[in-house]
């Protein structure tokens, strides 16, 4: 069954996705499309942000915005969910779903390197939720954080990256109990690897993809679109009562 054929009720909705220009964030932004959504994503990669709007058709009576956002300026990107926010008259999901997994060998990182590498793959969930917090609270939302798998088992020369990912472990469950009485569920997707073009192109060779399939349970790739399916359902009312959770999505690593 394709996204398409899907139906979660999305109609209307208001969706802000951070880092929708490529990988699972383009996933995600063409995935809420196609269920009806209001969807409004930001990225630093201009050229594919305007592509991939180009490219998607929303229903006659939706919108679809893109605005080029760095997320390591707060106000800028709290700006920009307020600016959605009246655009499309409601936020109902957000997802913090930018980051960056580059390596870094820990015996040189530095502490400029460590603070960078958080101020894109910790510090914009807290302050895109408590933005979008302020437009969800008359009639609910749905946030959702990208962890990864990675922060369960480990990788080398990646101990930036891993700590943030772990830390959005624990916001998700610090926010799920800070908002839920505003009707308000805070829950985490947890990757393992995803056959994006980036990981294809930089990471991976076909000696490691054998080793990653030895790994799990399920020895297919996981796809951009697998993980889009797992957000639909998480922002839809079909997981009404799901909040605080870190739903893992890994072909069986974990």
Known sequence: MTISQLDYRLDGRGVFITGGA??????????FIEQGANV????????????????????ADRQLRFAVVDVTDTKTL??????????????DVLINNVGNDSRQDSATLTES????CMSINLHPAFFAAQAAVSLMKANGGVIL??????????????????????????LTKALARDFGA??????????????TERQLNQWLS??????????????????????????LFLA???????????????????
């Open 22 to 31: 490529t990988g699972i964030g383009a996933a995600l932004v063409t995935a």
């Open 40 to 59: 409004a994503f930001v990225d630093t990669n201009q050229a594919a942000g305007e592509a991939l709007a180009q490219a998607l058709t929303p229903a």
């Open 78 to 91: 709290q700006r920009e969910i307020a600016l959605v926010g009246g655009q499309f008259g409601q936020l």
């Open 113 to 116: 390197d460590w603070l960078h």
């Open 145 to 170: 954080n990208f962890c990864s798998n990675l922060a369960y088992i480990g990788e080398r020369n990646m101990a930036g990256y891993i700590t943030a990912k772990a830390g959005l472990a624990g």
């Open 182 to 195: 505003d009707g308000i569920r805070v829950n985490a997707i947890v990757p393992g690897w995803v056959a």
């Open 206 to 231: 076909p000696e490691q993809e054998q080793q990653l399939m030895e790994m799990v349970a399920v020895p297919k790739r996981i796809l951009p679109e697998d993980i889009a399916r797992l957000a």
């Open 236 to 254: 839809s009312e079909d997981s009404g009562f799901i909040t605080g959770q870190c739903m893992v999505i890994d072909g069986g690593r974990i």
